[in-house]
């Protein structure tokens, strides 16, 4: 599987992204996708995940609320719509696949990364 991601950028503090992630290969094995974020001198930390199949979510506490994932199948994309933006959300964010089944949080459930795209909210 490999994912290719776009949609960051820089914004001011209150605005708007939507980042998007697009899988191509074996898109069949995948059961669930993530988005993780890394933050200059931080280790990177789980942002929001959602299940291929039922569509489920769930988010980090610090993005619950702002930020809403979602997937359109046919596509084989995901998306991050980020809303009410903080400086604090500056980072590389990179979105993740993973092939096993269950809620998974962690970057080593993923077994697929994508490059990772720039987001700079300034204040």
């Known amino acids: 599987v490999q994912l290719q991601a776009s949609g960051g950028g820089l914004m001011q503090a209150g605005g708007s992204l939507r980042l998007s992630c697009a899988a191509s290969?074996?898109?069949?094995?995948?059961?669930?996708m993530g988005w993780f974020r890394q933050a200059p001198g931080k280790e990177r930390e789980f942002v929001a995940r959602?299940?291929?199949?039922?569509?489920?979510?769930y988010y980090a506490d610090s993005v619950k609320g702002r930020f809403t994932i979602s997937r359109d199948n046919a596509r084989n994309t995901v998306y991050l719509q980020m809303n009410s933006l903080k400086p604090e959300d500056t980072a590389v964010y990179y979105c993740?696949?993973?092939?096993?089944?269950?809620?998974?949080?962690?970057?080593?459930?993923?077994?697929?990364w994508g490059q990772g795209t720039q987001v700079t909210v300034s204040s």
């Open positions: 290969g074996r898109t069949f094995s995948i059961t669930g």
């Open positions: 993740a696949a993973r092939n096993l089944p269950g809620v998974k949080v962690t970057m080593g459930d993923y077994r697929y």
């Open positions: 959602i299940s291929w199949s039922s569509g489920s979510t």
